[in-house]
């Protein structure tokens, strides 16, 4: 069961697998590795992988697929970035509840081309002299002075 590359692509495929299939489920994990004794071994063996020696912080995981029992589809995609968390659970929430895909803005529009067309040349406007200010001297502005 491959992952797909983009949240994008994840909720695009899954809309239209939903669309397909009524019956498609809809399932989400979450891993936060901890450092109980069984994963000791588990961790001191990817940390002798690693080239450099600095410990780094267990990174959490959110793993969303998209499952039809009976076609056998599988749609996956992994991320650790809470931003695209709130995203795909709001998202996937609206697919469920049987919003429009259409509606939800996945996709982005198709690009238009346009020809680009040289402008008509503008006349700069003529350049009036300043004009003087009446009045004599102007008012000070307040402020705080040595003292």
Known sequence: MPYL?????????????????PATRIVTKYNFPTTRPGNAK???????????????????????????P???????????KAQEVSRLITSLGKLAAGADVA?????????????MVDAPAVEEP??????????????KKGGKGKR
Do not use: H, M, W
């Open 103 to 115: 509606g939800l803005g996945l996709s982005a529009p198709a690009p238009v081309d346009v020809e």
């Open 70 to 80: 009976a076609t056998g589809i599988c749609l996956q995609y992994r991320t650790n």
């Open 42 to 68: 588990r961790i001191q063996k990817s940390q002798a992988k690693k080239t450099d020696t600095t410990p780094s912080a267990p990174i959490a995981t959110l793993t969303v697929r998209t499952f039809n």
């Open 5 to 21: 590359p983009t949240s994008q692509a994840f909720l695009e495929q899954s809309a239209e697998l939903l669309q397909a299939y």
């Open 126 to 139: 003529k350049q009036q002299p300043p004009q003087q200010a009446q009045g004599g001297k102007g008012k």
